[in-house]
């Protein structure tokens, strides 16, 4: 493969945002590993390995917004691979941090699983500096990139406060302003129902104050559309229109090809998932869409965070 100057991009382009990330998360589990080799408390190797969870909004990035347009122009291997062992990262994390805080007399028995993370992690910062960024580089056009800008503030800065922290990339803004001044002509187009109208100005309006997260697939199995007010999982709008298989990571594209093909043929119509995310109680309900015949439209997925819900409750 022919090298990369990454040296060559314009400060702000979204791989100079990826690597600045990728540089912090090299440091911190550098001085991890340094810190294991010593006496630490188990108090704070879990505080280090909870900041370094952060790396989820980095590993968003990648899966979100690169792997599936790497999956569009044919590279699947590669992106499947990573996208896995980052799944893997993301889980061990999450275990290792939950097991510590509940007992931290364990560290002893799980300074070798430590360890074993922060070496992983570190591989998958190879395999993106060497394999994802370059061939990202390679295969995508500028609309592309454009779009990739637009949805990075969806997956914050990872170990930064914000998209301020980073410098502006000034053609993505330039294609920015020009999204922004269409958006302003569409949404005085209006939608006619059976028991009234509503503006596309007005109909935004109401579903932003929707305490859930809604996305609509089609019964090509395409994401056709999302409101993502409960912001419970980051939805970039570069998926809108992409085969929804390539919006999830492999390990959970069997199940979800298996229940979308049931709700096709009317073997179930339902489903509902409850489980804890990061200690937050979560819903994730689907349902079948039919028409007054019965014919099968697609797929409506409904998330909720409880926790929030109770809270305001």
Known sequence: MEKIDFDALEEGHPITILRIENAEIAQRTTDLQEELASDPSAEFITRKLEELQAIRSHYGKTEELLMPLLYQYGVTGPSQAIWAADDEIKHELGVLV??????????????????????????????????VFPMSLRFFTQEDWFAVYRDLPEFGIAFRTGMADVPSWPPGEAWLEQQGECEGEWLEGRVQLATGELTLRQLKGILSLLPVDITFIDKDNILRFFVNEGRVFSRPLSALGRDVFLCHPPR?????????????????????IFKRVRGR???????????????????????QDYEQAFQEF
Do not use: N, W
């Open 281 to 303: 109680r979560i819903g994730v309900v689907y349902h079948a869409v039919y028409d007054s015949a019965g014919e099968y439209l697609g797929t409506v997925e409904f998330v």
């Open 98 to 131: 939950k097991l510590l805080a509940q007992d931290a007399a364990r560290l002893p028995q799980l300074r070798e699983r430590v360890g074993q993370l922060l070496a992983r992690i570190q591989e998958t910062i190879c395999k993106e500096e060497k394999i």
């Open 252 to 272: 959970l594209q069997a199940m979800l090809r298996q229940m979308l093909e049931d709700f096709r043929t009317k073997k179930a119509s339902r489903r509902a």
